[in-house]
């Protein structure tokens, strides 16, 4: 079964300054998903950003970012200016890229708590 | 607009009582989702369903159950078999095959007194 690991249960950071989550998998595939999430106080699960795993370029939107490195199975989420507003959990996920027909589902890491320092 | 709707958002369950939560979505999505969110343990999986009439456990499906009547709604049913219910439920339906994320309900909370 895949496992997504996320080893920083809460990271801080300065308004307008840049910080980086981190996510490891454990995959056998060549090729799947990875997402991440944004669940901010309201609870309301948000997607920040896709990257598909035969793709090399790293997926990138708006201010959000990824270093996506295969063989390491490494997915780490950059946010560069942070704001008030990016305050949040923050969840990696993994999903297969064949979904009919067998297990199905995206598999969550445990999450990181971001805080925005004023 | 689409996009899924849970309801309630609070939900009280006695002892020894069922409950159902109910979700639908107007999305057209084949693919609908349940999980369970807990404090330090990310997401886990309940149930999930391709198609309607048809429906996989997850990895925490003891203690619950699940229709998939129409395509639009799945509901959960939290049965007095589950333990520790007490949690915050999301949720999500998907497009199959194309490897998209989840668009996710905004959740029911569910507490036991």
């Known amino acids: 079964a895949q496992t997504v690991t996320q080893s920083q249960p809460e990271m801080s950071v300065q308004e307008a300054e840049t910080v980086t989550l981190s996510c490891t998998y454990d995959t056998s595939e060549s090729d799947y998903y990875l997402f991440w999430y944004k669940q901010p106080p309201s609870r309301q699960m948000i997607l920040v950003i896709r990257q598909e795993a035969y793709k090399q370029q790293n997926a990138t939107e708006n201010r959000f970012s990824v270093n996506f490195q295969k063989a390491a199975k490494s997915f780490s989420l950059k946010i560069s200016d942070s704001q008030l507003g990016d305050a949040a959990m923050y969840f990696c996920a993994y999903r297969e890229m064949y979904s009919g027909g067998g297990a199905d589902g995206l598999t969550f890491g445990k999450g990181t708590h971001l805080i925005i320092q004023p | 607009d689409g996009g899924i709707t849970q309801s309630p958002k609070y939900l009280f369950r006695k002892e020894g009582q069922n409950v159902t939560l109910s979700c639908e979505q107007n999305?057209?999505?084949?693919?609908m989702y349940w999980y369970r969110q807990d404090p330090g343990q990310g997401l886990r999986l309940i149930y999930y369903?391709?198609?309607?009439?048809?429906?996989q456990k997850g990895d925490i499906a003891e203690g619950y159950s699940v229709s998939r009547e129409k395509k639009e709604s799945f509901p959960l049913t939290v049965t007095s078999a589950q333990k520790n219910p007490t949690a915050f439920y999301l949720c999500?339906?998907?497009?199959?095959?194309?490897?998209?994320?989840?668009?996710f309900g905004s959740g029911t909370r569910l507490t036991v007194v």
């Open positions: 369903s391709q198609i309607v009439n048809d429906f």
């Open positions: 999500a339906s998907s497009i199959l095959g194309l490897g998209l994320g989840y668009t």
């Open positions: 999305l057209n999505h084949d693919a």
